[in-house]
């Protein structure tokens, strides 16, 4: 996406004139500004959330048989609780947005970290998650519940940030 594309609001403390490398640039003195704004990272980060986000919303539009399968559009938990993952996740620096697809009534939404994957399929009465390492399942569980604190905590554990032990998550073993 060229910088032309984007459009900044100058009270957020971007300037439409200047780019650096085909990115807004924002000068010293502006930088408390954008902090304030509730950004974490970098703009293109705030962006790829935003974009990620808008798609899941609307995937609840899809007309059934999108896929030639059957497909109906996004149910709204599902909808719900991947763009309520995603809102919570945008505070976390370390954690970038996810890829995103429409899925049968859902929403898959996937990470990559290394040779590790993690991936949510959120469906209209389920949460899914599956985590790979070198392509070898190492965890995965589906959930009833819709838990966006378990879902962040998962998605922390991926990228090496959170807390590394499997409690309540099944196993496969090895």
Known sequence: MSADALTFPVEAGFSTEASVSGRPYSSQWEEPRLASSGLVGDI??????????????GYRGLEKNWDTYGGLGASEQAVQFSVGLLQELRMQPEI??????????????????GDRLLYFEVDEDS?????????????????????VARAVEIVKRLHGTGDMSSEGITQYST
Do not use: H, N
């Open 127 to 147: 949460a899914l998650f599956v985590m790979q390492e070198a392509g070898c399942p190492r965890e995965d569980a589906e959930d009833p519940v819709f838990d």
């Open 96 to 113: 970038s947005a996810p890829r995103v697809s429409p899925i049968s009534t859902g929403v898959y939404l996937e990470w990559r970290a």
């Open 44 to 57: 293109e980060r705030e962006r790829a959330f935003e974009k990620s986000t808008a798609e899941i919303y």
